[in-house]
């Protein structure tokens, strides 16, 4: 090599290295996606905000399943999965199992809904999974909860079930009561609340962080609800600036948007990134 291609070489490397140097951190690392018959064809552009990792809500809602193979009655439209696989935004997936929209149904046939979820884990789609998600949510006003722990060692890990609370008794209760029941190789995803307007993003961090304190850093997750309560009980999406508060709450922490498909559109991806 002459001395100057090798001069050549050593500035484009030194180049590269100050770029990658330049690179600001994400925005958000996750996005989450609830499947529904409307809905079930992701299309978005949340890796421009950093994303790498999606969380599918469930594969199974309802007894309709959106994956091919099991028991449960098939979706009238399944996913394009073989896409899904190749979205820059799906890098990593935590695969969401079993469900129902209702959380009160869902709870009364959680042992339903694991006989389901092994069939789903057989039949999942061809993703990068990097772990499972049992998607009946917890909560310390569910008196029974503890009678999921059984039904979780059922699944195959890594496991993730999410969490929040309804009553605001505050991240160290929060952690003390979902510590004496949960087995301790079941991750924990923190609904922050703030979407329902049940706390403000500062507060929703110390949740976290009292989890963290009691579960370890990398058990626990955020979910950034990127949704408001509107008059009339709809639902709309965050603003920039109400998501970009959550966002720099949770620096720190694995977090995931909830959810992309229905409220973060390529116009507050723009907005965000103004």
């Known amino acids: 090599m002459s001395r100057r291609a090798f001069l050549r070489g050593s500035a484009a490397g030194v180049l590269a290295l100050g770029l990658a140097g330049c690179q600001s951190p994400p925005l958000v690392q996750g996005v989450a996606w609830q499947l529904d018959n409307t809905h079930a064809n992701a299309h978005g552009d949340w890796n421009r905000l950093g994303v790498t990792d999606l969380l599918l809500q469930w594969t199974a809602v309802d007894n309709t399943a959106y994956v091919a193979g099991t028991q449960i009655p098939v979706a009238p439209r399944l996913p394009d999965w ?13 695969v969401g199992l079993a469900g129902r929209f209702n959380e009160a149904d869902a709870r009364a ?9 092994l069939e789903l884990v057989r039949a999942a789609p061809h993703l990068n999974i990097e772990g499972w998600y049992f998607p009946v949510e917890v909560d310390p006003s569910w008196q029974d909860a503890r009678s999921i722990a059984p039904l979780l060692a059922r699944l195959p890990r890594p496991l993730w079930i999410s969490v929040y609370d309804r009553g605001n008794i505050g991240g160290a209760a929060l952690a003390q009561w979902l510590s004496s029941w949960l087995p301790s190789d079941v991750g924990v995803l923190l609904q922050d609340g703030v979407g329902v307007y049940a706390r403000e993003p500062r507060i929703a961090r110390t949740y976290a962080d009292a989890l963290s304190a009691k579960f370890g850093r990398e058990r626990v997750r955020v979910i950034a609800e990127a949704f408001r309560v509107a008059p009339g009980s709809a639902f709309r999406s965050a603003t920039a600036q109400e998501l970009k508060l959550q966002l720099d709450a949770y620096r720190g922490y694995r977090t995931y948007l909830f959810d992309g498909p229905h409220y973060v559109p390529p116009q507050l991806v723009d907005s965000l990134l103004q």
Do not use: K, T
């Open 82 to 94: 073989n896409r899904i696989a190749l979205e820059p935004w799906a890098q990593r997936v935590l």
């Open 109 to 117: 046939n959680a042992e339903l809904l694991v006989e389901q979820s």
